[in-house]
């Protein structure tokens, strides 16, 4: 809640004034902070840690997608530490002078804060073992990707070795990373394996869609639109606990617009049952 409170301020900074200093948010932290709030409802009360994170890397291997959010009830200092290291790794990015009142941590560019990063994370790694440490590795190893590339592909080739949640949260960092590569092929087989699983960590939908993608860049219109058509016709299906339509996910509706670029044809199959957004 401080982080929040903290950036929040940021944003309060007038735009008018020309000489005062403002903070921008990538596409990485606006994401975190909307998931953020939508986990933290989900799981407040549950009486458990949850920790759950989705790492999307792009050919500049930038993180642009994260969750992290765990009960009040715990407060260990292997957790405090590791979510000092995650604060750490989505603070505010600027090049202006640091307003007086802003008090958190903030960085010139971004391979400064994921250098930063990199060290907490590391820290925590070699200090805490168990779960706390496996998931520093992989949060290290994720960071790096902007630092070491190469380095930080084999670190994700181990850690998704290991099974279980970090394993497979690596897998899915390792095919991002493949797919930014252009090593399609192999990026694919990875999203197979992870779709394949009983109980992925990262949704079916996200991991399809990745899929899709790939299968569009590769003229596989065909395998492309059967996934889009899957994603945004379940979407537009699902009903809550009354039995009422549910708004369709940000990946829903991705798929469904490229659905309908790719195939407007086999777009207008789907029912759109959802109600409208209050405007």
């Known amino acids: 809640m401080a982080r929040k409170k903290r950036l929040q301020e940021v944003k309060e900074v007038p735009e008018q004034k020309p000489k005062e200093p403002v903070f921008y ?13 939508e986990i933290s409802k989900k799981v407040e009360g549950k009486g458990r840690t949850i920790l759950y994170a989705v790492a999307a890397v792009a050919v500049l291997v930038v993180l642009i997608g994260l969750i992290y959010s765990w009960n009040r009830r715990s407060s260990s200092a292997g957790q405090n530490a590791l979510g000092n290291a995650i604060e750490t790794s989505i603070a505010p990015v600027t090049t202006q002078p640091i ?6 941590k903030a960085f010139k560019s971004e391979r400064e804060r994921a250098a ?5 994370f590391q820290n925590v790694a070699s200090t805490y073992g168990g779960a706390i440490g496996e998931k520093a590795k992989y949060f290290a190893a994720v960071t790096k990707l902007s630092i070491d590339r190469n ?15 970090v394993g497979s949260l690596a897998k899915f960092a390792l095919a991002q990373a493949k797919q930014g590569d252009n090593k399609l092929d192999e990026a694919v087989a990875l999203y197979q394996e992870l779709a394949a699983a009983n109980d992925p960590v990262v949704s079916r939908d996200t991991i399809n869609l990745a899929l899709a993608t790939i299968f569009e860049k590769q003229g596989k219109k065909t395998e492309a639109a059967d996934l889009y058509f899957k994603i945004a016709d379940a979407a537009s299906k699902a009903k809550d606990a009354d039995g009422k339509p549910i708004q369709p996910s940000q990946t829903a509706r991705e798929a469904k617009d490229k659905l309908q670029a790719l195939d407007p044809a086999k ?9 409208q957004l209050p405007g």
Do not use: H
């Not at 930063?116 to 907490?120: N, P, Q």
């Not at 930080?152 to 949640?165: R, W």
């Open 267 to 275: 777009a207008a199959e789907i029912k759109d049952e959802t109600p």
């Open 25 to 37: 948010q990538d596409a990485f932290q606006q994401k975190t902070n909307r998931q953020l709030n």
């Open 116 to 120: 930063a990063a990199l060290a907490e």
């Open 99 to 104: 307003p007086p009142t802003y008090t958190g």
């Open 151 to 165: 380095a930080a592909v084999q670190e994700l080739e181990t850690i998704a070795k290991s099974g279980g949640e």
